[in-house]
């Protein structure tokens, strides 16, 4: 145990150190966000173990992690961390994974999306969390130029009640709407790609259209009911011709996150890479047309 906090609080440290550095957080509605009006209530933060948890979130947004130029691919992953739609586990599902994907490249966008089961929410996960989500996708796409993204390559990682989340994404986009007044609203919400960490929620019935995008799964086998899920949704691509990876290992349980223990799953970051690298999502150096 004490290992254990010592390595998540030199990553926290870590992560509060850069963060002076890095871009600020950027809503995802400047003016508001519809579904939101009237709710002013402050985000709360507690600590557990060295890992923070937020939760009374109105003003869903997106924090870059923005990787140095010389090394840019041009892949961005939009991360959604989880917490049963109670809270987010902002660093080990976040910023922890932000960090280690743009060291190597990839531009990460931390998602704070709003929460459905939050005592006394009035949000719906299909409905105001997979609109953030949905936005999300669009800002980003809509800022590549001035990010140094590819358009093409933007791709969505959720971990837990995220990964419902991006999963929902995977299956529910649309082209943008060409008229709108709002630019932002004008781009695809489709992601590139989508990796699924234990993913919970995905519904039975869920249909995957075909143009769906492929998706990286990864769970623990002693994880019961994300295991199942990911074997199941798994075959959902498999049966729609969508190209999918599953990676399912015997010991891990739920929540691993970015935590550094000595099992195998610890590795799932770097099966990752490889599918990333293997779907042609990487490439460097990369610099947008000018």
């Not at 992601?191 to 234990?198: G, K, M, N």
Request: glycine content about 10%; hydrophobic content about 40%.
């Amino acid at each position: 145990m004490r290992t254990r906090s010592l390595f998540t609080g030199l990553l926290l440290a870590a992560v509060l150190a850069l963060g002076a550095a890095d871009p600020a957080e950027v809503l995802l509605w400047p003016n508001g966000a519809p579904g939101s009006e009237g709710k002013t209530a402050p985000e709360t933060v507690r600590e557990n173990d060295g890992i923070r948890r937020i939760a009374s979130i109105h003003k869903p947004s997106v924090t870059p992690w923005l990787p140095s130029p010389s090394s840019a691919t041009g892949a961005s992953m939009i991360i959604l961390p989880g917490g049963g739609h109670q809270y987010l586990s902002i660093d080990n599902e976040g910023h922890f994974a932000a960090k280690w994907l743009s060291e190597r490249g990839i531009a990460a966008f931390v998602l704070k999306y709003r929460l459905a089961r939050e005592p006394g929410s009035t949000y719906q996960v299909e409905v105001d969390a997979l609109h953030d989500t949905q936005r999300a996708i669009r800002l980003v796409r809509s800022r590549a130029k001035e990010w140094n993204l590819d358009p093409d390559r933007i791709g969505v990682m959720g971990f837990s009640a995220g990964g419902q989340l991006a999963a929902l994404a995977g299956m529910r986009f649309d082209r943008g709407e060409a008229g709108a007044t709002d630019p932002v609203e004008r781009e695809s919400s489709r992601p590139s790609f989508q990796a699924l960490i234990y993913p919970g929620g995905i519904a039975p019935d869920a249909a995957v259209p075909k143009d769906a995008p492929p998706a990286f799964l990864c769970a623990a086998f002693d994880d019961r009911g994300p295991a199942g899920t990911s074997l199941a949704y798994t075959q959902k691509l498999r049966d729609a011709g969508v190209n999918a990876e599953l990676h399912l290992f015997s010991k891990g349980g739920h929540g691993f996150g970015m935590r550094d223990r000595p099992l195998p799953i610890t590795s799932w970051t770097l099966r990752l890479h490889d599918w990333m690298r293997a779907g042609g999502y990487l490439t460097a150096p990369f610099a947008v047309a000018q």
